[in-house]
Structures are given as structure tokens and as C-alpha cells.
């Protein structure tokens, strides 16, 4: 659960987006808890969503991989493959914008990398119509890319768009794989996009795959205080809402304000 101060920054509504309600805060203590947790098996988000200080140089070369697969798919634009490799490379590309300052500040999204992000996932989409048996890693990957773009979302329905896509994404992997990793991820995505019983019905399949009792009853334990936590988000994430709604009403009602939209 975030700390008052952690709250108090989530309403903030100084600065240029005064009026704007962000719950990156929530959702960034979801990946930091999602990924000390994953250290525990064979998957990890951090290792699924890269680094995101990568030089403007890699980022060239990922839009130039990705301008040469497009060209192909253009000739072939129901290749499986060429569907996968457009994805991943939009993602490295996505990643290699993402501006991170500090690991304890939230990374500022680019309008570059959230058109890379969306091409991924437009990519991804049109491999899923493809394929029968959808890549479980690509899956994997785009279920992490989700939640990073919920990182960066603006607003709250944003915020929960972006959950669910990665609720969807990691359904896939873990259908396709079923692992303590891949299951326990699902758990925790399910928690905090609010599918409780889903999520406990996870927990149970993630237990199963553990190598002994006690490990089992150790991820048991644990997924119970993402559940426990994600009960925390989705209050904040209804107040956020709200604070939001009434923030745009402001807005509205502000004769400072363009056609609504409030001024710099």
C-alpha cells in the first residue's frame, strides 16, 4: 500500500498537469512488488521489459529492424514470424525512449516510445488472428509492455485498459506454458486488474507447480499479500477516479480554460 506521502503525490494537482489525476504511483509499486517476487522463478519483468536507458543510437537501429520487417510484411502481411519479430523489435524500440532519471522516479513515456509500444501491440493483435498457438515469451513480453504502459498512463481508465491487456497477454503465456513463473505472474496481474476469484484459482495452479510443500505454501503465502495489496490499489484507483472526475468537472466550469481543456 502506498505511504501517505506516496498519496499525496497521486492527487497531486500542481504543475502542468494540474488537472490530470495520475495512479503511476500504484502501479509502479505493483512492478516493483511483481518483480521481487518473480526473482523466485525463472521469470522476471525486469528482464522481460529491458533497460530503458538504452542510447538514441539503439533506438535507430530498432525502428530500422522494424521499417525493414514492415517492408516484408507488406509482401507476406499474414507471416507468423514476421508478425513476432515486428513486435519484439517495437518494443526494444519503445524501450530504448523511455526516459528513467532515477530508479525511484516514475520514467517519462515519450510520444515516440508509446507509438512504438502501440505498433507492438497492433503487431501482436494481427499475429493472434494468425496462430492457433500463440508464442507463451512473446505473450510474456507483451503482458510486461501492458503494464509498463500502464506506468505511463495518464489517467485512470487508461491505467486500467492497460492492466487488462496485460492480464489478457499473460492469460496466454500461462495457458501456453503453465509454470510456477508464469502462473504466479497471472495471479498477481489478475489481483490488480480486480479478478479475484481468477486470481485465486491461479495461486492454486502456481502452488501445484512448486517443488515441495513448503515452497508451495511460500508462494501461497505470498500471492495472499498481492492479493491483500491489490485490495489497497483498487481503492486508490476508485479514488483516483474520482478525483478525477471532479477535477475535469473543474475544468469545465473554469473560465480560464479552452473549449475544457485547462491552459498551461
Known sequence: MA???ERR????????RK????????ILALLMGASLFLVLSPINIASLIGSSNSSSSASKV??????RIEGRLAKSPDDEQLLLALTRTRINAGNSQVEVTSATETPTFTTEAKEDFNGALEAWNRYLKQTDEPS?????????????????S??????????????????????QQPSLGSLSTLAI?????GEYAAGDKATKQAAAKASSKAEAKAVEKQLAEYRKRSKAFQKQKKEAAKAQSEAG???????LTLGGVPGG
Request: proline share 4%; aromatic share 8%; net charge neutral.
Open 249 to 255: 468537472k473543474a475544468a469545465l466550469q473554469n473560465p
Open 19 to 26: 488537472h490530470v489525476i495520475r495512479v503511476v504511483y500504484a
Open 136 to 152: 507463451p515469451t512473446v505473450a510474456q513480453l507483451v503482458g510486461a509492455t501492458s503494464l509498463r504502459m500502464a506506468e505511463g
Open 62 to 67: 530498432f525502428h530500422e529492424q522494424a521499417e
Open 154 to 175: 495518464s489517467t485512470v481508465p487508461e491505467a486500467s485498459e492497460n492492466v487488462s491487456r496485460a492480464v489478457t497477454a499473460q492469460r496466454i503465456a500461462a495457458e
Open 3 to 5: 505511504s501517505s506521502g
Open 9 to 16: 503525490m497521486l492527487f497531486d494537482t500542481r504543475g502542468r
Open 189 to 193: 496481474y489478475q489481483y490488480f486488474n
